[in-house]
């Protein structure tokens, strides 16, 4: 009797040892206020997950996420994911870590007015909590923004000729004021998309009378007009190529085409930049990895820099990368298969008065745990040269050799030639 006893003692203390619980905050849906969605469109929400969800642990690997509007009723569900259905992941978070998900708008029509109410529903291992959403207003910010262009260009000129272009105002959900002063690429929630326009005022408090309310992802990017003599620089991406296993070409910015990145596959961006303006000084362009197709740079997966000393006028450079897919992630961040995500390329350089500019640019990809059949790679010759002309480097390499084989170059400036290509680079 003492025997079970200790028995039944044990399995106690053991049970409650691994007692679980459904640990997510800061529940939030990643769409702008004034917002309507119909039918089939999607709709992304987010939140932080900490704890140990795997099946080895509590003898389940799904959890289930369901998103309502308003209250918790069959009526009001928006739709439901089961997540890890399959036990394709692990599900262990050691610290709170950020899902970004998304679901399609089922039998419904949905209005981010700011005061709705969305609830997700969590379930898993037998437990159900509830966390709730308010759209927009707590945090938004009146601003006046005077319209100055469809392009960089058009609101440059704009803004040095003084022209009397309208004004407009709108409510910003963002923790801080735009600068006044400032042009910034914002899509104000007209239907009109993404124009120029220059903040000329701003206060704390929001308007109810503002036309519109949007969040900080209507934002894009902001540079202050220079009026003087000074040629700003005016660097973009003419032209992206992928290359698969060094060879087969998937990808052609100019045939407007969607890539398929597979598991188990090497794959080769090569991006051509060119100066439209004036001496374009430090040019850093950063790849990052994100879920949507608005770029957030603290939250995005950064994948890699590339960097070059300068770009003249009216010159280019060719740059690259190389992104090696895993199975269910690229690089720290992961994937579902045939599941849609982007690539944001951020290019910032200096300009010949100091000042900064900024450009972007993005691809989207379908990920895919497929194998692609792998093209039989052939090699070429590498060659480097100073700027004197002396040969560096002469080496016969595979493409996915050649940036592992520039790496070992000691600092200084390169010109590099490959494959019928040519390009400088700089070595820091």
Known sequence: MKKITLLLSFLFIVSIGFAQTIDIRNFKIDESSNKTFTMGDRFHYSFE?????????????QIDLILYEGSVSSSNEINRIYWNREGDYQLKFDDYTKKEMWVTIYNRNITTIPGTKFILVVKYAGLTTQYVYTMGGENAKYHTIKYRGKTKDEA?????????????????????????GKIYNIDRGSGIGYRYYEVTSAQDTPQTSAPTTIGANNVGTSFYVDCSDVELADIEITNLRILRNGSSEIFNSNTNSTPTLSYNNSYEFIYTL???GGDAID???????????????????????DEISSILPGGEATLRTYVNPDYGYIGNASVSNNQGYYFIFS????????????????????????????????SYKLQGFDFSGNEVLSKEVMSKEEEQVIQSLPKGNYIIKANDETYKIKKD
């Open 49 to 61: 997950i900490k704890g140990d969800y795997t099946y080895k642990t509590h003898g389940y690997r």
């Open 156 to 180: 440059n000129l704009s803004k040095c000729n003084n022209d009397s272009e309208n004004s407009v105002g709108v409510n910003i959900n963002i923790s801080q004021k735009l600068t006044i």
């Open 274 to 276: 060119k100066n439209n």
């Open 283 to 305: 040019v850093t362009l950063s790849k990052f990895f994100s879920y949507n197709s608005s770029f957030d740079r603290y939250n995005d997966y950064f994948i890699a820099d």
């Open 347 to 378: 290019i910032v350089y200096k300009n010949e008065d100091n000042s900064q500019s900024e450009y972007e640019n993005r691809v989207g990809f379908i990920y895919s745990t497929n194998t692609a059949s792998k093209s039989i790679l052939t």
